[in-house]
């Protein structure tokens, strides 16, 4: 099986996959669809907590850098950023009026969730605990029927596919071994988990999109490892400020229980899940950062309350702003000069992009009437793809494929600075990819 290290359609993605098959657009419509996040948090966090709460938390959740790049990404979009916000507001709805369609919507909607990103499982786990301990005997009615009906549309189909398919987790564990190399046991994983975890939200972790360009980013910009470090401190202190207000105080218990047993829901999942011991990704701590972000307003809210200090609600979104900008001058500038920056970072798609309409142009200028592609310099004149170039080829110039016979330009598409072979020509560069002509001599 083909290796697709890029390109991708995550399970939440289909509905906008129906309208085109252009990963381009298919970010751009989920990255529309995902701003819902945005104004569903500054609504919850509003409506439950305090109005000034949630102006602050939408801003902290809007400069997130994971947050911003989540809900843009080319490389398997989803639409999970904007659908746990709408979970987490459904929650409330119904826990204050258990007896309503909310109900039903909340249900399907959590089925749905665990189907397309089975990280959320810990978090929709919690929130029917929780559901259950508040609402005891009204957890039971008409609206609960229906949304268990209802879910078994989703149940059923995806169950059967992961069976027949042999993808279940289950089943993985119980004949394959190496799930259990390197395994530790939780107290131990949970030491290697939470490092990870309050580096991700701190606006760190970025090895994981700038790759072999890591410590170039960090030393050109060397300020950043300390407001990494600062965020990470008050990060630390948000939660032990609210361990503390649940524990002394009575306002809004309830409310803080519930936030930071979501912003922890990760750290179950992945303490608890028999899973091999590597190191987790940014991706597992996505579901945390709403829950982190309303902790923080709430916490800056109450400081603000006491000291007036505007420049207090403004200090975290600042320093992801900073950081945004500066990550954008270094992208922009960077040359490339080893190829692609991570098997994380999707950058590349508009690169190629640029690389193969740059190709057409030239091909068209030499009068050619069909055009190969390559990225294999062994093989110039094959269609010999990598997944991500045939991906744009097909998906984004409809291109499908056929060689034809006569009047063919041919062009290479690789990761190198230059050729020794008098056949290939240089173009032009593109991030990381050079655009060369071939001719045999």
């Known amino acids: 099986m083909q290796k697709k290290l890029h390109g991708e359609i995550s399970a939440g993605a289909p509905p906008f996959f129906i309208l085109t098959k252009n990963p381009l657009l298919i970010s751009y419509l989920v990255s529309i669809f995902n701003l819902i996040s945005i104004i569903g948090i500054i609504y919850l966090a509003s409506k439950y907590l305090s109005k000034t709460t949630g102006l602050v938390s939408g801003l902290i959740l809007a400069t997130q850098p994971w947050w911003v790049i989540f809900s843009r990404m080319i490389y398997q979009p989803t639409p999970v950023v904007s659908l746990m916000i709408i979970s987490m507001i459904l929650f409330f709805l119904i826990i204050k009026k258990p007896n309503s369609i909310f109900y039903t919507f909340y249900i399907f909607l959590s089925v749905f969730l665990i189907e397309i990103y089975i990280h959320t499982s ?138 930071l047993l979501w912003s922890f829901s990760p750290l179950f999942f992945l303490i608890l899940m028999p899973l091999p011991n590597v190191p987790p990704i940014p991706r597992y701590f996505l579901i945390s950062f709403p829950s982190l ?68 142009k030239d091909n068209f200028n030499n009068g050619h009437k069909n055009m190969i592609v390559s990225n294999d310099e062994n093989s110039p004149k094959e269609f010999s793809l990598d997944y991500a170039t045939k991906y744009t080829l097909t998906n984004i110039y409809n291109d499908n494929l056929i060689k034809l016979d006569d009047d063919i330009g041919y062009y290479l598409i690789d990761y190198s600075l230059g050729k020794d072979d008098q056949r290939f020509k240089m173009i032009g560069r593109f991030g990381p990819y050079s655009l060369y002509e071939f001719k045999d001599l």
């Open 293 to 360: 972000a309303i902790l923080c307003g709430l916490f800056f809210s109450e400081v603000y309350s006491k000291t007036k200090i505007v420049l207090s609600m403004l200090l975290i979104p600042a320093v992801w702003i900073f950081f945004t900008y500066s990550y954008s001058i270094f992208i922009n500038n960077y040359d490339f000069s080893n190829g692609h920056l991570s098997v994380y970072s999707d950058s590349q798609y508009l690169f190629l992009f640029n690389s193969i309409k740059s190709a057409k």
């Open 122 to 259: 810990s978090f929709v786990v919690i929130s029917v605990l929780l559901i259950i301990l508040y609402l005891k005997k009204k957890i039971f009615n008409k609206f609960l029927v229906l949304g268990v009906f209802l879910s078994l549309f989703l149940i059923v189909p995806f169950f059967v596919n992961f069976v027949k398919e042999d993808y279940l987790p289950i089943n993985k564990i119980s004949i394959d071994e190496s799930y259990k190399i390197g395994r530790d046991d939780p107290i131990t994983r949970l030491g290697s988990i939470i490092p990870g975890y309050l580096k991700t939200f701190s606006g760190g972790s970025m090895e994981y999109q700038l790759g072999y360009s890591y410590n170039e980013f960090y030393t050109r910009f060397p300020l950043l490892r300390y407001s990494e470090l600062l965020i990470l401190i008050l990060t630390i202190v948000v939660i032990f400020y609210h361990i503390i207000k649940i524990y002394f105080f009575e306002e809004l218990r309830f409310e803080r229980i519930v936030f």
